[in-house]
């Protein structure tokens, strides 16, 4: 059942007393891995994910993105540098 996980094209050398497989991969780098283990070689295929835009907050509400507030913007309760008012040198609450 295990010898099923590793098909025999994607190991270049198989180690049994020592329990080791040598991958080769497309680069022409060679890999050592453990002979009953599981592995994903290659990359991820969604690499722009990071950069999809979602179109309103309410959608990224609902994926569960909280929108991050600005201290200065929170009452002076919640936080040391909230309830400033407008004016040249802002006071800090204490």
């Known amino acids: 059942m295990q010898e099923q996980l590793v098909h025999m094209r994607s190991y270049s050398k198989k ?40 179109g309103k907050a309410g ?12 201290g200065v913007a929170r009452n002076p309760v919640d936080h040391p540098n909230g309830g400033r008012t407008k004016s040249k040198s802002p006071e800090k609450s204490l």
């Open 59 to 70: 959608l990224s509400f609902l994926r569960g993105k909280l929108p991050i507030v600005r």
């Open 15 to 54: 180690d049994s007393d020592k329990g080791l497989v040598w991958f080769k991969l497309p680069a022409g780098k060679k890999l050592c891995n453990a002979e009953y283990s599981v592995a994903f070689f290659g990359r991820n295929s969604n690499i722009l994910k990071k950069k999809e835009v979602v």
